[in-house]
């Protein structure tokens, strides 16, 4: 917002007060209208941006300032990454086309050949695919330690060591991990914490006030809201994200179109109304499921039963966020598939999808989806069975939702 006009500058978002709630923050905070003193943010799509003259545009390439080329910077781009960065109480965020490029951006940025990370088993399976296959060819070498024991990850520091990488909670067990302890773990080696907050958003969890570094999001999932489109993001201090960061994203180009941003923008609007909504309805069908004779096991933070519920209520605004998963109660692995087939294939409202963070809720089964790579030894160390069905709750009435479940567990 270097280059304010005056005339802008009168219209009511261009200069916020301080000290606004999070709320607030999620509805306001984007770049200054255009002279037309739009209401709702402007989408700009443009690969270019025209210069005042020669002395202005030599000036913006050499400082990189904005706006120049489209892979540089966009003012609608922009208006997302402010937005982020204040819901994330952030001094800054770089936006990118998918939440695995966000991930590309991270390690490219901040590591080379010879460095070492540690990084919980249990995250999102791609990323561990790019840690430890994709970056391992360039030398960048990864750990994968318990979720949740701290001495894993302590025994696994190197003097090579730059970043912990944690994502909490995981997909699709839930499991919580402590991301103040792992960011004095970190910065007790010089080395980075950098959290996964795809799960949670902003609306529940915070990282960077719980003392981690950096925040990576898949923004395709609750920040949209409503699965359209694919989108990514970092945020953490403006050392990082703009002198870092932001010189990689130039060269390399992971850029996020203009378009997808404006969608993720508007979605944010609504994301701590619908955060909430959604946490609590995924907390009414995960005691259902609790209670249900053909289920033998539920796997939630919002319920008293799962094994790090205070550290999860702690961390997480009191809520346990949308996404349940539960087994069902079977005497083989062939039955407990049988039996999670039936009761996925028996839904006529919930969608058959390998996708979350959506108003549509999602029903997947994670053994031969998300987890079907794996070997049966594999899945069954990572506590994946045959039986395990994953919930992403969305917006529909919980009764529609239970009922939906009871048609193939009513049946088991
Ligand atoms: C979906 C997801 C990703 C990857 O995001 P994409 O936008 O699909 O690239 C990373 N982490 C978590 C936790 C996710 O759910």
């Given at each position: 917002m270097s280059d304010h006009d005056p005339e802008a500058a009168r219209i009511a978002r261009a200069r916020l007060p301080d000290g606004l709630r999070p709320e607030t923050l999620a509805v306001r905070t984007a770049m200054a209208p255009s002279q037309h003193g739009e209401n709702s943010e402007a989408l700009f799509l443009s690969t270019a941006f025209v210069q005042p003259d020669s002395e202005t545009s030599a000036r913006r390439f050499a400082n990189n300032e904005d706006f120049t080329y489209g892979r540089t910077s966009n003012p609608t781009t922009r208006s997302f990454e402010a937005r982020l960065a204040a819901m994330e109480g952030a001094e800054a965020a770089i936006a990118t086309s998918t939440g695995m490029s966000a991930i590309l951006l991270l390690v490219m940025g901040l590591l080379k050949a010879g460095d070492h990370v540690v990084c919980s088993r249990s995250v999102f399976g791609s990323t561990i695919g790019l840690l430890g296959k994709e970056f391992g060819k360039f030398g960048v070498e990864t750990t994968f330690v318990s979720q949740t024991d701290l001495a894993e990850w302590r025994a696994a520091l190197?003097?090579?060591?730059?970043l912990l990488f944690a994502e909490t909670p995981t997909n699709p067990l839930t499991e919580v991990c402590d991301i103040a302890a792992l960011a004095e773990i970190a910065h007790a080696h010089g080395a980075l914490l950098t959290v996964d907050n795809t799960f949670c958003s902003p609306a529940l969890q915070r990282p960077l006030a719980l003392g981690a570094d950096l925040v990576m999001h898949a923004a395709t999932k609750y920040l949209d809201g409503q699965g359209r489109v694919m989108a990514g993001a970092l945020a953490g201090p403006k050392k990082l994200i703009v002198d870092v960061f932001g010189p990689t994203l130039r060269t390399v180009g992971m850029t996020l179109a203009p378009f997808n941003a404006w969608v993720v923008l508007k979605g944010m609007e609504t994301l701590n109304l619908r955060m909430k909504a959604q946490s609590e309805a995924a907390l009414a069908v995960a005691r259902w499921l609790e209670a249900h004779p053909a289920v033998s096991r539920v796997h939630y933070p919002g319920l008293p039963s799962h094994p790090q519920h205070a550290l999860a209520m702690a961390q997480q605004s009191g809520l346990g966020g949308a996404v349940v998963s539960f087994d069902v109660k079977a005497d083989s692995p062939e039955a407990a598939r049988a039996a999670a087939f039936r009761v996925i294939d028996s839904t006529r409202v919930l969608s058959i999808a390998t996708n979350l963070g959506d108003t549509k809720s999602i029903i997947t089964h994670p053994a031969t989806t998300s987890h079907g790579r794996l070997t049966e030894a594999q899945r069954q160390a990572a506590g994946i069975g045959q039986g395990l069905v994953r919930l992403a709750v969305g917006l529909e009435h919980v009764d529609d939702i239970t009922d939906d479940l009871q048609r193939g567990l009513g049946l088991c």
């Open positions: 190197k003097p090579t060591t730059k």
